[in-house]
């Protein structure tokens, strides 16, 4: 299982990105798939999941400001974020369990100045 990240970068505080994860997964269409992320010095902490029918759920910090979606022709699971502020600054990750094994990505870097 291959996770592949993209979309990070800096942004000004009330800016939107969209973060996304490529995963080579051939059962794609049937796992959850979610978004975490990590800030200096602090753990890893769940952002949002989404289902295989794609219901969702989010940490209640994000949520209203970010949407996760998958389109499951593209093997790809999206993060969009809007109204970021300075706390959302963190490394994401995109990750996948299968049997209760988990799978990342490499992580892509988000940070939004004041």
């Known amino acids: 299982v291959q996770l592949v990240e993209s979309g990070g970068g800096l942004v000004q505080a009330g800016g939107s990105l969209r973060l996304s994860c490529a995963a080579s997964?051939?059962?794609?269409?049937?796992?959850?798939m979610a978004w975490y992320r990590q800030a200096p010095g602090k753990q890893r902490e769940l952002v949002a999941t989404?289902?295989?029918?794609?219901?969702?759920n989010y940490a209640d910090s994000v949520k209203g400001r970010f949407t996760i979606s998958r389109d499951n022709a593209k093997n790809t699971v999206y993060l969009q974020m809007n109204s970021l502020q300075p706390e959302d600054t963190a490394v994401y990750y995109c990750?996948?369990?299968?049997?209760?094994?988990?799978?990342w990505g490499q992580g892509t870097q988000v940070t939004v100045s004041s």
């Open positions: 989404v289902t295989s029918a794609g219901s969702a």
């Open positions: 997964l051939s059962s794609f269409s049937i796992n959850p």
């Open positions: 990750n996948a369990r299968l049997v209760s094994v988990d799978f």
